[in-house]
């Protein structure tokens, strides 16, 4: 992609508004704590330090609503007491310039390492770097900053209160990652019934296995309809494909087929109400032919072999979800459901805020190694905020710290994301400042009048935030406006500054990813190595469960299918990442990406057919399982590196594993399974498919150039 077309695709992206669910509750929530902790302010210490506070109250409900899985009231807290401590800090040094730059890079770097420890940390590290250039510039006395970073801290302390006492849809991010991977699994269902080979995207099982882990202190709250249905869905997804296979004996027509179609459409149905009941609380409501389909007793009749067993295994799990959906019973009943259930199957345990700490430094310190695409992008945001802070000062503005603000708040570890959210600030920044500066001019407001309009402008931007960058950058940016002018700040200054020092912060943060990028365009190959080697672990896993069901456990099954699906996450991460971006030597041409793409899904798929179907304890051994396993694991290894160093993989010893395990047969006389010995079959047919759609690229120059013209 070009440069001009790259451009052209992210300031769309940045300027586009979309229709999303409001939720003006925990918007009014938020908007009535930045209220209260202003009014507080201006009636005991006056409107500077009711602008600190209504800073730290502003950025706490922010940070409530970032993705996150910990309790709100924590990020409020977390949020406050990080700005105070900037806050505090920033004017110790304020005074000298040297040092406050020292640390304003260091604040800043570290800002951009928290990434690593995901969006909402990075978010809210950010933030603290971009407002303490603004709370710093409001004390005049030691003792005053102290009593800046307090109103502030105490900010994130009345919102996160204001969370306690007026819950909104409690657990509502983990109801709503459950219901969404429910939901993944009906419209899987009725894909199904039209296409038998329909793939299915695991990013909605994954955010729900995430959304799952809690502390110990949430574990011992969390409502008994979000414990266990994620690991019924997880199960679910396997013999939903494999009663759909035609290769497990079903007809691709016929009266068996029609009964097929039949269940999985109950299964779309069933998985929906519980869905919807796990999403809001409700009971779970069933529609009465879906009940009657996975009743009858013709699905026996008709069905038979391993399609019989998982229609029969479907109505099991199917009943298991509905049963956990309720929730119901008395509380003394779900306490000893929710003992027995940890019993079985404990709860995957998130760390306390404390135990959190060393893990952030831990996975921080992880990326302290050459090209790290965090690493860069701390390096380039400590470098644009230094240059946008002195650039800033040097104009004949005032205000200077505008333009590392807006540098530091749209930058991100991606091209796209920094470039759109550089778009979208500054022409928010336009919008946002002309209407403010219109309603100044027209109602020339007092004290009590600005700080009203900063609270609507703050509403509007909590109701709003989730339709576009843009229509929040415009809230803020008016926001912030009507707060400094009730601080006393010079009205007329307001557009021409914001607007020129917006605009510098902007082109600071797009020329220093052109300069310092960090292209994901050139790790494809890495990241598709990476998920061939680990989907070729996952199937040695599950064929391996075959050569001996009575030794092997089925734990590292579970552990191989859930790195095979962070490395098909990372791989269509990156290559919708790659997408944007001006980068000419692809080293993977979009055709070759799409067809490895279905390869190795469909690779997964063999393997998740088997797995649906893996032997009992007692089951007949099948010991040329094991030399195949091997064999598998082996050059799905090496094929990984083959791909990283751009060679087309081969798969000679998985065809002679293949061949002497039918020669073994032979020669003993024995019939194999047909579950295991076509789910092989498929796995080698699947990597030559893989083959065969990387050929085109390994010559180099045309994938490339056709890639560059795209």
């Known amino acids: 992609m070009s440069w001009l077309r790259a451009l052209k695709e992210t300031a769309r992206s940045g300027l586009k508004i979309e229709r999303r ?15 209260l902790v202003i009014g507080v302010g201006l009636a005991f210490f006056g409107p500077v330090v009711a602008a600190s506070s209504a800073f730290g109250a502003f950025q706490a409900a922010i940070a409530t609503f970032q993705r996150s899985w910990r309790p709100r009231p924590v990020l409020a807290l977390v949020s406050g007491a990080s700005l105070a401590v900037s806050t505090f800090l920033g004017y110790l040094t304020g005074s000298h310039v040297l040092l406050f730059m020292a640390l304003l890079v260091l604040w800043t770097f570290v800002a951009g390492l928290a990434w690593a420890a995901g969006p909402t940390a990075g978010i809210i590290a950010s933030s603290n770097v971009a407002i303490m250039l603004v709370t710093i ?21 009345v919102q996160a209160t204001l969370i306690v006492l007026f819950p909104v849809r409690r657990w509502g991010a983990q109801r709503d990652a459950l219901a969404d991977a429910l939901a993944a699994e009906a419209d899987y269902a009725r894909r199904l019934r039209h296409d038998p080979m329909a793939e299915f995207d695991p990013v909605p099982l994954m955010t729900a296995r995430s959304a799952a882990a809690v502390t110990p202190r949430q574990a011992r709250r969390r409502p008994a309809e979000l414990r266990g249905s994620r690991g019924v869905a997880e199960r679910i997804r396997p013999v939903l494909a494999s009663l759909a296979d035609p290769g497990m004996g079903v007809p691709d027509e016929g009266p068996e087929r029609d009964r097929v179609r039949e269940l999985l459409a109950a299964a779309g149905s069933v998985l929906d109400a519980a869905a919807c009941a796990i999403r809001h609380g409700d009971p779970v409501r069933l529609a009465a032919p879906a009940v009657a389909t996975l009743k009858t007793p013709d699905t026996r009749e008709l069905l038979g072999g391993p399609a019989r067993r998982a229609a029969d295994r479907l ?13 119901e019973g008395t509380k003394e009943e779900r306490a000893e459901a929710t003992e027995t259930a940890d019993a079985i199957a404990p709860h995957r345990r998130r760390p306390t805020l404390l135990r959190l700490v060393p893990v952030v430094l831990r996975s921080m310190r992880a990326e302290m190694r050459p090209g790290s695409p965090i690493l860069r992008h701390a390096v380039r945001v400590a470098v644009v905020v ?45 919008v ?9 001019q027209a109602a020339h407001p007092d004290v009590g009048l600005a700080a009203a309009l900063a609270v609507v402008c703050a509403l509007l931007m909590y109701l709003l935030m989730r339709t576009g960058y843009a229509v929040a950058q415009a809230c803020i940016s008016a926001y912030v406006v009507f707060l400094l002018g009730m601080a006393g700040d010079d009205w007329s200054q307001t557009v021409l500054e914001r607007v020129v020092l917006t605009l510098v912060g902007g082109l600071l943060a797009m020329v220093s990813y052109a300069v310092y990028p960090a292209w994901e365009t050139p790790r494809l190959r890495n990241r598709l190595g990476d998920w061939l080697a680990s989907g070729g672990r996952y199937a040695a896993s599950v064929v391996d469960q075959y050569a001996d069901p009575a030794e092997r456990g089925r734990d590292d099954v579970r552990a191989a299918l859930l790195a095979t699906r962070e490395a098909r996450i990372a791989w269509q991460e990156a290559v919708a990442t790659a997408q944007h971006e001006p980068v000419r030597n ?3 041409s979009r055709a070759a990406a799409d067809d490895t793409q279905h390869a190795l899904a469909q690779f997964s798929r063999a393997a998740m057919l088997m797995e649906a179907h893996l032997p009992e304890g007692g089951a007949t051994p099948v010991p040329a399982a094991a030399q195949f396993a091997d064999a598998l694991r082996g050059t ?37 399974n047909p579950v295991v010995r076509n789910g092989v079959d498929l796995l080698l047919e699947t990597l030559e498919e893989f083959s065969r759609g990387l050929d085109d690229s390994t010559a180099g120059s045309a994938g490339v150039g056709r890639a560059g013209r795209n």
């Not at 005032?398 to 979208?424: C, D, I, K, L, N």
């Open 21 to 35: 669910r409001l939720e003006p509750l925990i918007a009014i929530r938020g908007a009535a704590g930045l209220a």
């Open 137 to 157: 510039t409001l004390p005049t006395s030691v003792a005053e900053a102290a009593l800046h970073g307090t109103v502030i801290a105490f900010g994130g302390v």
């Open 315 to 327: 109505g099991v799990l199917l009943a298991d979800v509905i049963e956990t959906a309720e929730g």
């Open 386 to 430: 230094a240059v946008g802070y002195l650039l800033g000062a040097a104009l004949p503005f005032g205000h200077g710290y505008w333009a590392p603000m807006a540098a530091v708040m749209v930058m991100r570890p991606e091209f796209s994301q920094t470039y759109a959210r550089s778009v979208a600030r500054f022409g928010g920044t336009v």
């Open 432 to 440: 946002g400042v002309f209407v403010a500066t219109v309603i100044v």
């Open 586 to 588: 692809r080293g993977l």
């Open 636 to 672: 799905t290894e090496k094929g990984a590196q083959d791909v990283r160093e751009r060679r087309v993989p081969r798969w000679d010893a998985v065809r002679q594993a293949l061949a002497q395990w039918d020669e073994e047969d032979r020669l003993h006389g024995q019939a194999a």
